[in-house]
Every structure is written in C-alpha cells, then in structure tokens.
C-alpha cells in the first residue's frame, strides 16, 4: 500500500514569519489526520524555522532544490547535508520552473537526484511535458526521455526513498488541470517505465504525485486514480486551510 503524500511548494512565496504562522496552523490543521504523509516545501530562508516548527508534528519539511557537491566554493548554492541538518525530509528536483528559468537539465537533474538519495534525503523528481508537447504527441516521449536521464545510474533500497511528481508544464499555476483520466494515465506509464528502470517491485511502491492546479474542488477525484499516490500543490497550499481541505480529499 502506498501512503499518499500530499506536498506544498510555497515557491518564491513567504518570509520566515509568515511561513512559520502558517506551518502552525497547517500542523494543528492535520493534527488528526494519520492516513495522508503532509509536506512543505518553504523558501531557503525559512526552512530552518519552519523545520522547527514542524518538528513533533505530522508535517515534514521539504526544500525545492539542492546542490550536488557536498561543500566548496559555490557560490549561492545549498549542499544536501546541510538540508539534513535542519530535519529535511525531501527536496524538490528539476521542478519546471527550474528547467524553463534556470537552466535546469535532465543531467543537471540526475546529479541532484543522486546527491539527494546519497545524503538521505528524498527526491521529489518532477517531469511533465508543455503544451506544446502535448499537441504535437510527445507527452510520452518527452517523459520517458526525462525519466531516462533523470534516474540514470539510480537504484533504490526501497520505494519510499523516492517520489516522482507528474506535472504537465501547462496546467501549473494556469488553472487548467489534466482531467483525472488525462493524469492517470500518464502515471500509469510513468509507473511501467519506473518497473523497467528500477524493478517492477520497487516501482508498484514508488509515490507518483499528480501536480498542476490542484485544488480542494478537484483533489478528491484526482486521487481516486489507481496511480495517484497525492499531489503536489503550489498556490493552494500557500493558505493552511485551503492546504489542509486538500490533505483530506
Ligand atoms: P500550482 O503549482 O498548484 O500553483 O499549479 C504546482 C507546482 O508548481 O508544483
């Protein structure tokens, strides 16, 4: 059985104040709720606070993005070990704001991919192909190509230590999302492409997040799929009680 996992990324969103006000109320918000994984993913300044914050309660803290080295001179950058340091779980990779606005690559991605599941943290690796692509019938090849590199060279001990988020470049921060028929079955191949890259065991395990859009009035049909295991959710998840009506779809 997989435990679904539904992740806010708060993006460029929230000072360390705000962020701490609202993982307080989001923690008191899902204080009861066992059967869901909650996780937030705060802006580098505050995930120290917010970290602490969380900690005793049913939320994990995540990052959204890391450096592959270990330490040296790199400038601006955040090494793993540095986010374990705080009591991060996971750390967000190759989200497609990173690839459209910073240069993100698939190979980029692979070396924070495995820095990440070196250091103990959980990649949260993020794929999904634009409208563009869509249209003109690449979706899955687009896809597969991201996933090829992405998990290059990877093998897991167990499918907990990593989550694939599925999130179709044009339904992000749009107000248009897939339908739930549209994502299921992309999760569906993303799961088969994961049982020939890993093994078909790890990959029955493996958590595939749906993200784009989502939204309490659109939660609950799209984790009724067979292959959504949760969402990921950038601005519903900014306001702790929105977030939380969408952690109980
Ligand atoms: P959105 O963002 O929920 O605002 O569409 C999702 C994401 O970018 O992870």
Not at 102 to 112: H, L
Not at 123 to 146: H, N, W, Y
Not at 174 to 181: E, F
């Amino acid at each position: 059985m997989r435990t679904p996992l539904i992740a806010g990324n708060w993006k460029m969103y929230k000072t360390e104040a705000e962020a701490v006000d609202t993982v307080r109320q989001l923690a008191t918000a899902v204080a009861d709720v066992t059967a869901v994984e909650v996780m937030v993913a705060p802006p580098f300044t505050a995930l120290s606070a917010v970290a602490r914050e969380a900690n005793g309660t049913r939320v994990r803290v995540g990052a959204q993005n890391l450096f592959w080295e270990s330490e040296g001179a790199f400038t601006g950058e955040i090494a793993p070990g540095m986010l374990t340091a705080l009591g991060c779980t996971y750390v967000i990779v190759g989200h497609s704001e990173r690839r459209q606005y910073f240069g993100e690559t698939d190979g980029t991605v692979n070396r924070r991919v495995q820095a990440a599941l070196s250091a103990g943290l959980i990649p949260v690796l993020c794929v999904g192909e634009t409208e563009a692509q869509r249209d003109a019938g690449q979706t899955f090849s687009v896809l597969d190509k991201q996933m090829k590199i992405g998990l290059q060279g990877v093998s897991l001990k167990k499918p907990g230590d990593l989550v694939v988020a599925y999130e179709p470049v044009w339904a992000i921060g749009t107000g248009k999302t897939a339908t739930s028929a549209q994502a299921q079955e992309v999760h569906r191949h993303l799961r088969e492409r994961l049982g020939g890259q890993l093994t078909p065991e790890i990959a029955e395990g493996i958590r595939i997040l749906y993200g784009g859009s989502v939204k309490p009035g659109n939660a609950t049909e799209l984790m009724a799929m067979p292959d959504i295991d949760g969402a990921l959710v950038g601005g519903a998840s900014l306001d702790a009680d929105t977030f939380s009506r969408i952690v109980r779809f």
